[in-house]
């Protein structure tokens, strides 16, 4: 905001917002948040499709030092429902009016983001004096649980901070100007495409509900805006790449950061057909700020995920959490600065996963992953030693869907 105050930041629809504007609506929202009673800890859900006004809310909640919650529009009345309780939601800022009923019922106050009363110029503009610190939460994800409900994963600041200067380190991205945002508000690559474009003082492209499903809208909006960076799963990436109808449509891509699934060799040669871009494979769970190691892929035939970011150690470890040696597969368990706080108000997962390390101060996660150190330093996936799965990036424990399916009083197993 400082620096390039009159840069755009943010891209929608056809509409920007620059640096200041951005900078000036999030402070005017925060002091609106503040007159709601909300405070730092307290946690705020977003209800809306991504919007230039669901990065003004996320902005806005944590200039407050609270906590943002992304809802997913989509979600069923009874998931939302559980999530909103279990979450302890103090207020709910949304764009929507609610008629469909999703959440008419639930007693949480609700501020509408279309009220310009919210930006009127009796409300302060100026940056707030609230200072937020780096063990204090700053958003939650919920992902599938094998209880038959979400839990609520609590990340840290510290987290966001050392996300973001790991990938200003890591990727070409001083090249890119235009970052798109493909991903939905309740995924934690919304997290990594919006944050270290905004921090790093970048403008980023925000996808509307078409374009970020049908690939045809996508390749044209990357045409149009010269898009040099994108991030998504490697499911949307032959999306992509099948539906481009012009091999200049990806001209102005300069960098590719894949993650949340498995990336072959078979996309690899898929996107060198299209692309000259620097190619990169993240790995990394929802409980590590979204991303932990990453690799850039020169080699089709050397696909693994990589080294640890900066900050973060990881370590492959046996039943008995012993050291594996190399090329011996392990349980992949992480230590560092992007661990999240646990699971909100699930004190029994936490301890469970979250555990003391071994070998640092501190607490190591262990990601239920399973791969092995490789002879040159990086690191293998392997796979799973449980029943999650992964579907288009989205983590799903089947156990959720088996409890569900026997609440039905004529099913007696599943």
Not at 159 to 188: P, R
Not at 308 to 334: A, S
Request: contains cysteine.
């Amino acid at each position: 905001v400082r620096l390039s105050p009159s840069k755009n930041a943010v891209f929608f629809e056809g509409n920007y917002m620059t640096y200041k504007e951005l900078n000036e609506k999030a402070n005017q929202l925060a002091n609106t948040l503040l007159k709601n009673n909300v405070k730092s800890g307290n946690v705020v859900s977003l209800f809306m499709e991504k919007s230039i006004e669901s990065i003004i809310a996320i902005l806005a909640t944590l200039k407050i030092g609270a906590a943002f919650l992304p809802l997913d529009v989509e979600y069923p009345k009874e998931r939302i429902d559980y999530i909103l309780s279990n979450s302890e939601t103090k207020l709910i800022l949304t764009t929507k009016n609610f008629e469909n009923g999703i959440i008419t019922n639930i007693p949480k106050l609700c501020v509408d983001l279309s009220n310009k009363k919210i930006y009127n110029n009796s409300v302060s503009k100026a940056n707030l004096n609230i200072i937020g610190l780096p063990e204090d939460m700053a958003y939650i994800m919920y992902t599938s649980g094998s209880t038959g409900n979400p839990k609520g994963v609590a990340l840290r600041r510290l987290g966001i901070i050392n996300m973001i200067l790991s990938y200003k380190n890591i990727l070409h991205t001083d090249d890119c100007n235009v970052f798109l945002s493909m991903s939905a508000v309740s995924f934690d690559m919304f997290i990594v495409e919006n944050f270290v474009s905004l921090f790093t003082g970048k403008t980023v492209v925000l996808c509307n509900d078409e374009e970020q499903k049908i690939p045809v809208y996508t390749n044209n909006l990357i045409k149009k805006y010269d898009v040099n960076f994108i991030l998504t799963t490697p499911t949307r990436i032959n999306l992509l790449l099948s539906s481009i109808s012009d091999i200049s449509n990806w001209k102005s891509v300069k960098v590719v950061q894949v993650g949340g699934e498995v990336f072959t060799s078979e996309l690899y040669n898929h996107l060198r057909q299209y692309s000259n871009a620097h190619i990169y494979n993240g790995y990394g769970p929802s409980e590590f700020t979204a991303c932990c190691c990453n690799k850039e892929i020169i080699d089709g035939s050397n696909v693994s995920i990589g080294t640890p970011f900066c900050n973060t150690k990881i370590y492959i470890l046996d039943d008995n959490h012993c050291l594996c040696p190399i090329d011996v597969p392990g349980e992949i368990c992480v230590v560092g600065d992007g661990i999240a706080k646990g699971y909100l108000n699930r004190p029994d997962l936490t301890n469970k996963v979250f555990v003391p390390s071994p070998f640092d101060n501190g607490k190591m996660y262990k990601t239920g992953d399973i791969g092995k150190w490789l002879p040159n330093g990086e690191i293998e996936y392997i796979g799973r030693r449980d029943f999650q799965i992964k579907i288009r990036g989205l983590r799903v424990e089947l156990s959720e869907i088996e409890k569900k399916l026997q609440t039905y009083p004529d099913i007696k197993n599943c």
